[in-house]
T-cell receptor, first 114, second 114 residues
Framework: AQSVTQLGSHVSVSEGALVLLRCNYSSSVPPYLFWYVQYPNQGLQLLLKYTSAATLVKGINGFEAEFKKSETSFHLTKPSAHMSDAAEYFCAVSGGSTLGRLYFGRGTQLTVWP | NAGVTQTPKFRVLKTGQSMTLLCAQDMNHEYMYWYRQDPGMGLRLIHYSVGEGTTAKGEVPDGYNVSRLKKQNFLLGLESAAPSQTSVYFC?????????????FGDGTRLSIL
């Protein structure tokens, strides 16, 4: 079985500060991991994905995430926050099934202060 | 470049009324999913389909029915709406069931049951 825990339902940073959104996963098989972003009144947009090719994954809008098997983590980072990064972020895990199911965390709302 | 299109975008129903939400994708994807999103709960899978003519239950299927008569369309039905079904509903599609593939999301349907 797979599951995801996102630590911190709300994160606030100042513009220009480091963004760190935490995600820990549980999986009985090698996982595939995804980060999605949701802007207000929109659907989910893929930020990046880990599919075992490289542990450091770069995504859109300057975000990146590092897969750490020993820590069962896949934290999302961005060196310098921008006002336009304000959104809700979801971590999701998949793997071990042909059904293609994604298991989502509960989300982290990112607020960026000017 | 439509991707995943959901109809309608907003709807208000009275308790006991019925309605159908339509999801259409133009990417020739085999797999399709219906989720509901509630505050602090992330996305929860209602039903899914692994191909035309197939449907299966997700983690919160009660009170909903689905049909996949055509590959490109996935319909979600509420036979007798209840206030507990007030939510934002998202449809997603995936090319196949391979776990390394992301899901592509529509913009959602915001449904209120009075």
């Amino acid at each position: 079985a797979q599951s995801v825990t996102q630590l911190g339902s709300h994160v606030s940073v100042s513009e220009g500060a480091l963004v760190l959104l935490r995600c820990n996963y549980s999986s009985s098989v090698p996982p595939y991991l995804f980060w999605y972003v949701q802007y207000p009144n929109q659907g989910l947009q893929l930020l990046l994905k880990y599919t075992s090719a490289a542990t450091l994954v770069k995504g859109i809008n300057g975000f990146e995430a590092e897969f750490k098997k020993s820590e069962t983590s896949f934290h999302l980072t961005k060196p310098s926050a921008h006002m336009s990064d304000a959104a809700e972020y979801f971590c999701a895990v998949s793997g071990g099934s042909t059904l293609g199911r994604l298991y989502f965390g509960r989300g982290t709302q990112l607020t960026v202060w000017p | 470049n439509a991707g995943v299109t959901q109809t309608p975008k907003f709807r208000v129903l009275k308790t006991g009324q019925s309605m159908t939400l339509l999801c259409a994708q133009d990417m020739n994807h085999e797999y399709m999913y219906w989720y509901r999103q509630d505050p602090g709960m992330g996305l929860r899978l209602i039903h899914y389909s692994v191909g035309e003519g197939t449907t299966a239950k997700g983690e919160v299927p009660d009170g909903y029915n689905v049909s996949r008569l055509k590959k490109q369309n996935f319909l979600l039905g509420l036979e007798s709406a209840a206030p507990s079904q007030t939510s934002v509903y998202f449809c997603a599609s995936r090319l196949t069931g391979q776990s390394n593939q992301p899901q592509h999301f529509g913009d959602g349907t915001r449904l209120s049951i009075l």
